[in-house]
């Protein structure tokens, strides 16, 4: 009813013509800036409500991604640690086998390149289903979101239609440029510890030391997996951030009496009107 009677005073704003400014401009924004606020006041609890409840339902998408990207992780530290076990050059043989000759050196070290390429191949494979995973839970549970936050909403359906939508086309896209870092620093690693082991065809690669190459393995090891983990790490805000504004989006929280009050302060009462009248 209390808005029924502010929207007829607003009225004559509506129309084509410009508004009439009243004889008391002053009074007339005080007045106005009363009944505003008493409309707000009743739309608070109510605006309150649902932006928890939509909060509550992004929340629960958060919840739902978040073992994906578990998996992730667990899969890049297990198969950095089975790396770290086919590349194991410490030991009497193999420094036996460095410091032979050159002949037995460059076989050890020719094993060791074809190693790297052949596990940086596999890790690949057993990788790629994880993240394929990832791209398509995204698409179902922000379906599932879609449901579920729809009743909840003040936003018009074709509105909250469009906000699911691009975030569903967002993080989709932010699952798939992830997964293609992941391949591409598993590229480097492969060149980087093949470099590694490329003391071949020379008679210094007699001279190595398996110390200091199991040192090598490790380091480069270790950067590929916490460079992967803070992206992954990224990939995670990044959800955090696209679901809180689309919750601005589709549930703001209430707006503050402050929000409002500068407008009344203004001199032109055309802005001041315009802005009530939004």
Not at 39 to 64: D, F, I, S, T
Not at 84 to 97: F, S
Not at 246 to 260: I, R, T
Request: charge should be negative; charged fraction near 25%; glycine fraction near 6%.
């Amino acid at each position: 009813n209390n808005m029924n009677k502010f929207l007829e005073k607003l009225r004559p704003l509506s129309g084509s013509e410009a508004p009439r400014l009243p004889q008391d401009p002053v009074g007339m924004r005080q007045q106005l800036q009363e009944e505003l606020e008493e409309v707000k006041a009743r739309l608070q609890p109510y605006m309150a409500e649902a932006h928890e409840l939509v909060g509550w339902n992004l929340e629960g998408l958060r919840q739902q991604l978040k073992p994906y990207t578990m998996d992730l992780m667990e899969q890049v530290a297990l198969r950095v640690q089975e790396l770290q076990e086919q590349l194991r050059v410490v030991g009497e043989d193999t420094k036996a086998q460095l410091l032979g000759g050159v002949d037995e050196a460059r076989a050890l070290l020719q094993g060791l390149q074809s190693r790297v390429v052949h596990h940086t191949g596999r890790f690949k494979e057993l990788f790629h289903p994880y993240a394929e995973s990832l791209v398509s839970g995204i698409g179902r549970h922000v379906q599932e979101l879609h449901r579920s936050v729809t009743p909840h909403a003040p936003a018009s359906p074709a509105r909250l239609s469009r906000c699911v939508q691009v975030l569903s086309r967002k993080l989709t896209l932010k699952a798939k440029a992830l997964h293609a870092r992941i391949q591409q620093n598993l590229d480097q690693l492969r060149e980087e510890l093949s470099r590694a082991f490329a003391g071949t065809g020379t008679e210094e690669g007699a001279g190595l030391d398996p110390q200091v190459l199991s040192e090598e393995v490790r380091q480069r090891l270790q950067a590929f997996r916490q460079d992967t983990y803070l992206q992954i790490a990224a990939f995670t805000r990044a959800i955090d951030q696209e679901t809180e504004e689309v919750q601005q989006q589709l549930a703001p929280p209430p707006p503050g009496h402050s929000a409002f009050a500068p407008e009344f302060q203004q001199t032109d009462s055309g802005k001041v009107l315009s802005k009530l009248q939004a």
